[in-house]
T-cell receptor, first 112, second 113 residues
Framework: GQQLNQSPQSMFIQEGEDVSMNCTSS?????WLWYKQDPGEGPVLLIA?????ELTSNGRLTAQFGITRKDSFLNISASIPSDVGIYFC????????????FGTGTRLQVTL | NAGVTQTPKFRILKIGQSMTLQCTQD?????MYWYRQDPGMGLKLIYY???????DKGEVPNGYNVSRSTTEDFPLRLELAAPSQTSVYFC????????????FGEGSRLTVL
């Protein structure tokens, strides 16, 4: 199956720092999405990107759809303790019944 | 508005036992999915359905079965549980629009001993 490589696998940062993570694919996707999973919960959508080169923000979160359509980036500015969790990228191809291929996740820990 | 509801939340099975993970959604979504999440591996698609009466295999369907008799319900059946099926299972639904947003349940943690 398709593989999404997500990095870094984990991050330990201090409150107030900025965070960057990325996702690369061996295949082209038409849509890139970023989800966050809190402990004991299911993933929740943070940002969706629909066009190559698109840059979209949601509060302190900014994500970009790579020009090659094979990668995406997520930045979190001025991290706070509630940013703790696992962040997943996901790609969606065309005509795939909205099926998503997920990355392996980036575990974010924030220290005070 | 409950969204996607999964039961049970936790279950321990013995090797060879069978069980069904229940999933129901109240958003009138046509699309439903079952994913499994293993540590450090992300989510892998097991089965999906684009509407009542229609199901299809995902990336890792072996050892599982599904049915979709109604729009609301999408149960996942494990016939002969194996230790390799120890995982956290997530059910999700989507409206089928182009947004790509899936709505997930809280997950069912299954341990096979």
């Amino acid at each position: 199956g398709q593989q999404l490589n997500q990095s870094p696998q984990s991050m330990f940062i201090q409150e107030g720092e900025d965070v960057s993570m990325n996702c690369t694919s061996s295949s082209i996707f038409n849509t890139w999405l970023w989800y966050k999973q809190d402990p004991g919960e299911g993933p929740v959508l943070l940002i969706a990107l629909y066009k190559a080169g698109e840059l979209t923000s949601n509060g302190r979160l900014t994500a970009q759809f790579g020009i090659t359509r094979k990668d995406s980036f997520l930045n979190i500015s001025a991290s706070i303790p509630s940013d703790v969790g696992i962040y997943f990228c996901a790609g969606q191809g065309s005509g795939t019944a909205s099926k998503l291929t997920f990355g392996t996740g980036t575990r974010l820990q924030v220290t005070l | 508005n409950a969204g996607v509801t999964q039961t049970p939340k936790f279950r321990i099975l013995k090797i060879g036992q069978s069980m069904t993970l229940q999933c129901t959604q109240d958003m009138n979504h046509n699309y439903m999915y079952w994913y499994r999440q293993d540590p450090g591996m992300g989510l892998k698609l097991i089965y999906y359905s684009v509407g009542a009466g229609i199901t299809d295999k995902g990336e890792v369907p072996n050892g599982y079965n599904v049915s979709r008799s109604t729009t609301e319900d999408f149960p996942l059946r494990l016939e002969l549980a194996a230790p390799s099926q120890t995982s956290v299972y997530f059910c999700a639904s989507a409206s089928g629009s182009s947004t790509g947003e899936l709505f997930f349940g809280e997950g069912s943690r299954l341990t096979v001993l």
